[in-house]
């Protein structure tokens, strides 16, 4: 099992709606999973962060940096 998880939950994250821990059977579906969650807070959250992937063991943590 791997599961995709948010290193910390910034205001964005929170009002997103979007779960903060998702189990994947396998790596690579888990992998893309984490990707396209980067990508989308990149995206269309209010730019204060950069968000990106990182493998922790069977996790993949999204981490959260300061933009800038």
Do not use: P
Not at 31 to 56: D, G, P, R
């Amino acid at each position: 099992m791997y599961n995709v998880k948010i290193e910390k939950e910034c205001g964005c994250f929170k009002r997103s709606g979007m779960e903060s821990i998702k189990t994947f059977e396998s790596k690579d579906d888990a992998m893309i999973e984490a990707k396209a969650w980067a990508e989308e807070m990149n995206e269309t959250f209010c730019q204060k962060h950069v968000f990106s992937v990182a493998e922790e063991g069977n996790d993949l943590i999204i981490k959260v940096a300061m933009n800038g």
